[in-house]
């Protein structure tokens, strides 16, 4: 069996669409579309109507459901990956106010960024083999 990731989908604030996702990850519109009741219902269990941006961000895709209502339960839930321009979406993401957090083990740092809908993304910056052979050393 081979799978691969088509695409990761999102409940999003509609303002966080163009302030998050296009101007903090560089996410491009590939594609725009409404979802109707009649499938949002049966396939998501929310009978509304919602407007959906199929996005690329440096090669991940999102689906980004755009709404006005808000995440009220944090989760666990996260999105992860890896980016050599970690460091500056994370400057952009504290600039610009969204909640953000930096967690330093050894001499590698993780970035956590969060919309205002309480969707989080884990980046973490390509390991240089110095990096890598340094922490398994302590």
């Not at 989908?9 to 409404?34: N, P, S, W």
Request: charged share 25%; aromatic share 10%; net charge negative.
């Amino acid at each position: 069996m081979t799978n691969s990731l088509m695409h990761v989908g999102l409940h999003v604030l509609e303002k966080d669409v163009q302030d998050f996702y296009k101007e903090i990850l560089d996410c491009q519109t590939k594609r725009t579309f409404t979802l109707q009741p009649d499938d949002a219902f049966p396939i998501f269990g929310i009978n509304q109507e919602v407007t959906v941006q199929l996005v690329s961000c440096g090669g991940i895709e999102l689906e980004l459901f755009a709404g006005d209502k808000k995440n009220e339960i944090p989760t666990f839930g996260h999105l992860c990956f890896q980016s050599t321009e970690a460091d500056k979406i994370f400057d952009k993401a504290c600039k610009a106010g969204f909640r953000t957090f930096i967690r330093k083990r050894n001499l590698n740092e993780t970035y956590f960024i969060s919309d205002n809908n309480n969707n989080l993304f884990e980046i973490k910056k390509p390991a240089n083999n110095f990096q890598q052979i340094e922490s398994t050393l302590k």
